[in-house]
């Protein structure tokens, strides 16, 4: 699995037989992948598939758990590839025991940088003790707090490639794609 990050496009995940894209900012409806929106679609629609609310679905072989967060905001659960990666869209800073529930047995957590210290984000991350953790949208400062809190290995690259089984389930990583 590959994954890349920009403000413009949202992140890409993408595997030999799934691609999908997970919040972009720019017109979605320039792209062909699978888009998953956290709130309702207000532009034009996109030509590939577009999921923008709670339910499950299954596209190109990943199974899909939209996860309705209150306020209009869905996030999403993952499985493909034997990896489940779940995304938690910008303005979240908590989680119920329902959601919890559906997002379980995580891999791969992406979420925003919540609290001047992090500390919404490190309660989150805690809840699920994910293998890999991506944050975004955080400045210098909230990233130095989170690594020094997280503890575990702190990787910076520009795209994170992972496969089911060379994830270590005895470490974390933080992984900062820029």
């Known amino acids: 699995m590959d994954i890349t990050y920009s403000k413009k496009d949202g992140?890409?995940?993408?595997?030999?037989?799934?691609?999908?894209?997970?919040?972009?900012?720019?017109?979605?409806?320039?792209l062909k992948d699978l888009v998953l929106l956290s709130t309702g679609l207000d532009q034009a629609k996109p030509e590939g598939t577009v999921f923008d609310s709670p339910?499950?679905?299954?596209v190109q072989g990943c199974m899909i758990d939209g996860i309705d967060l209150g306020d209009g905001k869905t996030g999403y659960a993952l499985e493909v590839d034997g990896l489940r990666t779940g995304y938690i869209p910008a303005g979240v800073e908590s989680l119920n025991d329902k959601q919890i529930e559906v997002y379980d047995s995580l891999d791969i957590l992406i979420l925003p940088v919540v609290g001047e210290k992090a500390?919404?984000?490190?309660k989150i991350?805690?809840?699920?003790?994910?293998?890999?953790?991506?944050p975004?949208?955080?400045d210098s400062k909230q990233f130095?707090?989170?690594?020094?809190e997280f503890g575990g290995e702190v990787q910076k690259t520009e795209r994170f490639k992972v496969n089911a089984k060379d994830l270590d389930v005895e470490k974390q990583v933080l992984v900062a794609i820029k």
């Open 11 to 30: 992140f890409k995940v993408a595997t030999k037989h799934f691609s999908g894209v997970l919040d972009p900012t720019e017109n979605p409806s320039k």
């Open 55 to 58: 339910g499950e679905y299954e």
């Open 119 to 122: 500390e919404a984000t490190n």
């Open 125 to 134: 991350i805690g809840q699920f003790e994910p293998r890999v953790i991506i």
């Open 136 to 138: 975004y949208d955080y």
């Open 144 to 148: 130095e707090l989170l690594g020094a």
